[in-house]
């Protein structure tokens, strides 16, 4: 099988309000298991707190720390055994040089083996990113409405699966 068929087109979803990214984050939650990690990029105030707070909402989570938040990494437990037992919200705003990656063990959670990894500012850890992962950019179309692209990584499994899940649960809520 050629690899070109593995791979998932893009997925683009415009949100029209906080509460629809958050519902998008919800939505993504779905797809998610023990071992992912989701890359978040976009401008400050593009909504990529917003769409963490979904997914961990989903999770059982409502008290993931708004940021600007000082801490670079945050980890919350769901109260599940499966398919995520915690989650861990990387903030990499603040990171002053990858150097420091080392001092939160950056590593580890780019393997999160005991639970996902949230990462905004991913673009900040360059060098250190893993090789799987799914990535959403954000970007600001109006005041209140973002474009969510879900960008897929050729035969990468988590993007793959997320981004059929949501394309499924997007076609479902269509109309
Ligand atoms: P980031 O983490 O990317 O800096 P936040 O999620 O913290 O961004 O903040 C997003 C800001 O944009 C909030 O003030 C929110 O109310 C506003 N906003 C307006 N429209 C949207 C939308 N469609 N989705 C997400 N946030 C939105
Ligand atoms: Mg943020």
């Given amino acids: 099988m050629p690899a070109s068929s ?3 087109t893009q997925l683009e979803i415009i949100s029209h309000s906080p509460a629809e990214t958050a519902a998008i984050g919800e939505a993504l939650a779905g797809c998610l298991q023990d071992g992912d990690v989701v890359l978040v990029h976009g401008d400050l105030g593009a909504g990529k707190t917003t769409l963490a707070k979904g ?6 989570i409502e008290d993931v720390v708004s940021s600007p938040s000082f801490a670079l990494v945050n980890e919350y437990d769901t109260g599940l055994a499966a398919p995520v037992t915690r989650v861990y919200h990387l903030d990499l705003y603040r990171l002053r040089s990858e150097d420091d990656l080392a001092s939160i063990g950056f590593d580890d959670f780019m393997a999160p083996t005991g639970g996902i990894a949230i990462v905004e500012w991913p673009e900040r850890a360059a060098t250190a990113l893993p090789e799987r992962f799914l990535l959403v950019e954000i970007e ?3 005041p209140g409405s973002r ?3 879900f960008v897929p990584i050729p035969d990468d499994e988590v993007s793959g699966r997320c981004i059929e899940s949501l394309r499924s649960h997007i076609g479902s809520n269509a109309g």
Avoid at 55 to 60: K, Q, T, V
């Fill in 6 to 8: 593995m791979t998932e």
């Fill in 55 to 60: 997914i961990a909402s989903a999770l059982g």
């Fill in 140 to 142: 600001t179309v109006r």
């Fill in 147 to 149: 474009r969510l692209r």
